[in-house]
């Protein structure tokens, strides 16, 4: 059941809603697990089990902390401090047990499931001697945000950030919630726990933005996304029997889908949430106006970046042979090599962590070490560009700059999804190379509307992205679109609303030679 | 006080650092200077500041900074 189906948006949420509006205050949060339990099963079926026994491994692990934590305060009262200290060593020793069980036993679960054939594979052809078998399961919708949000759950309350819930119903809405479990946005237990379990009273406002949301997602998704699919399969399906320039196309046209998909599915999950007063953390911050690398991975897929920051890039760089390394870089380097060394260190561990968890595969590591490699080289050259800019007396906030740091990133970007979209890293460097060496813009237009879409498709799209492109300049300059639409009278309000509907339904990609394209972010 | 405000200067030269109230937001501090930055912190006043401590409340301005240390430091 897709977030984009009739089923979903009309049968399921509208069900949903009505008995968590229908029924009394203190049910609510039930109708929400229900739900998701039903959502899940519906599209995973036997699968469940995982996300079963992942709920099962955090409650418990959850509650153990919560003992150790209670027990340890009441050994502590009347003790002298270093009593204290001694004390606090045993229960650390515990607590770190506890999570290190917990949390390998689910990220177990995901390495089975989703990494073994490769690694088998890998193995396999590194040592001829080794014949493992390569065996694939299928997996359980959203194991690879679940398992993070999870992971990230316990290690919070091993950290002391809250106290652990001991309702195994609440844990596993927490893990479970409809809306989030496909795509995420990977959600943190503080934020999402009280808006999931106090329970909302009707809001028709609420309702209203709800909706607006979940339509301006599904405009991005079936107008923009679904329409240049067909396109950017056949490019790098085979790019071969393309120019430089029309590889180059594709891979504008899959930035364009991509994003129009993945923050598509998020406003639409974010509607449907707020439809339950419950707010999901924010995924994008209109990241094609980045103007650096680093600052594009701040706006783009935000929880997966704030994940790996909080609980691998500061674990790894805070840890005791990270402190010690820092200090010896610091001792044996000037102080500028001495602070970038081991941040270097750290941030490998967070990038490979990208790469690995978007898929089972060399071509994944290698997006995350692309990505770290522009990073650091960025890193290291700052003093260069420093000396540059001041060299050639450029402002470091004149525009022209900003417009070229933001060109720049854009192609950088482009350049890492397309190694993203390829088959292999040999398929990426070969349309690389197609692109430098043999651009041939000859007859490009006419091989352009050769690949499943016609001029109406392109203006359609273009139309389609160039209304994204505003409405993400109207943000950037700090308005507040959504609430500016609710100020208007009622009929400008309405023939906006009616106007996205029917883009939605006129424009969308349906009919013949579009089937319903899966989510490319929900095969994770 | 002053310490703080040295360290800090020395990790990113040039920002009115009792001034500046937004430090995270403004990303003045992100998570590499704040590694640096707590490495620094730790050295200076003996205390150890885990990934717990680093939220955006404590690292907001000079003053929750300077108030996290002294909390760690009672420790």
């Given at each position: 059941m897709s977030y984009t189906s009739y089923t979903y948006l009309l049968i399921f949420l509208g069900a949903v809603f009505i008995c968590y509006t229908a029924l009394p205050k203190k049910f609510k949060w039930t109708v929400l697990l229900i739900s998701s339990y039903v959502f899940y099963w519906i599209n995973s079926k036997r699968l469940i089990i995982f996300l079963l026994l992942s709920t099962v491994a955090v409650y418990f692990a959850g509650v153990f902390l919560n003992r150790i934590n209670d027990t340890a305060a009441l050994a502590k009262k009347g003790l002298e401090k270093e009593e204290k200290k001694q004390v606090k060593a045993l229960v650390n020793w515990q607590k770190r047990a506890v999570v290190a069980l917990a949390v390998g036993f689910i990220f177990t679960i995901l390495l089975v499931l989703k990494y073994s054939a490769f690694f088998a594979h890998s193995l396999n052809s590194a040592f001829g001697f080794l014949h493992f078998e390569e065996l694939k399961f299928m997996l359980p919708l959203g194991i690879s945000y679940y398992t993070l949000q999870a992971a990230g759950y316990i290690i919070d309350v091993y950290r002391g950030k809250y106290r652990a819930s001991e309702n195994f119903g609440k844990v596993a809405l927490f893990l479970?919630?409809?809306?989030?479990?496909?795509?995420?946005?990977?959600?943190?237990f503080d934020l999402l726990a009280d808006p999931l379990y106090e329970g909302h009273s009707f809001d028709y406002d609420r309702l209203c933005k709800g909706v607006q949301l979940i339509f301006w997602g599904l405009f991005k998704k079936t107008v923009i996304a679904d329409r240049v699919n067909i396109f950017v399969s056949e490019v790098f399906g085979s790019?071969?029997?393309?120019?430089g320039s029309i590889i180059l196309l594709g891979g504008l046209l899959y930035t364009l889908q991509i994003y129009a998909e993945f923050s598509g599915c998020m406003d639409i999950v974010t509607g449907s949430a707020e439809i339950f007063g419950v707010p999901l953390s924010k995924?994008?911050?209109?990241?094609?106006?980045?103007?650096s690398v680093n600052e594009f991975w701040r706006r783009w897929h935000i929880t997966l970046g704030a994940w790996l920051r909080d609980y691998v890039f500061y674990s790894v760089s805070l840890s005791r042979p990270f402190m010690k390394l820092s200090k010896f870089a610091k001792k044996h380097f000037n102080e500028f090599l001495g602070s970038l060394v081991p941040a270097s260190f750290a941030l490998f561990f967070t990038w490979l962590g990208i790469g690995f968890w978007h898929g089972a595969g060399w071509k994944y590591i290698a997006y995350g070490l692309y990505y770290y490699a522009i990073m650091t080289a960025g890193m290291y050259l700052e003093p260069l560009f420093a000396k540059l800019y001041s060299a050639l007396k450029i402002?470091?906030?004149s525009k022209p700059l900003n417009i070229f740091r933001v060109a720049r990133t854009v192609i950088l970007v482009v350049g890492g999804m397309m190694l993203f979209r390829a088959d292999t890293v040999g398929v990426w460097v070969g349309m690389l190379k197609c692109v430098f060496t043999?651009?041939?813009?000859?007859g490009f237009l006419k091989t352009a509307l050769t690949l499943g879409m016609d001029k109406q498709d392109f203006l359609i799209v273009a139309v389609g992205a160039a209304v994204m492109l505003i409405i993400s300049i109207l943000q950037e300059k700090g308005i507040n679109v959504r609430d500016s639409l609710a100020r208007q009278k009622l009929p400008v309000r309405w023939c906006a609303y009616a106007a996205l509907v029917m883009a939605v339904v006129i424009f969308g990609a349906y009919g013949p030679g579009y089937d319903a394209v899966d989510f490319i972010y929900g095969q994770f | 006080m002053e310490e703080l405000i040295d360290i800090l200067e020395e990790i990113k030269?040039?920002?009115?650092w009792e001034k500046e109230t937004d430090l995270i937001g403004n990303h003045i501090l992100d998570s590499l200077k704040i590694v640096q930055l707590v490495g620094a912190l730790n050295d200076e006043f003996d205390i150890e500041i885990t990934?717990?401590?680093?939220?955006p409340e404590n690292f907001k301005t000079a003053e929750t900074i300077y108030a996290m240390v002294k909390r760690l430091e009672d420790e």
């Open positions: 479970s919630f409809f809306p989030q479990i496909v795509e995420g946005p990977i959600g943190r790019y071969k029997y393309y120019s995924n994008f911050e209109r990241p094609f106006f980045s103007k402002k470091r906030d043999s651009f041939g813009a000859g | 030269p040039g920002v009115d990934p717990i401590d680093i939220v």
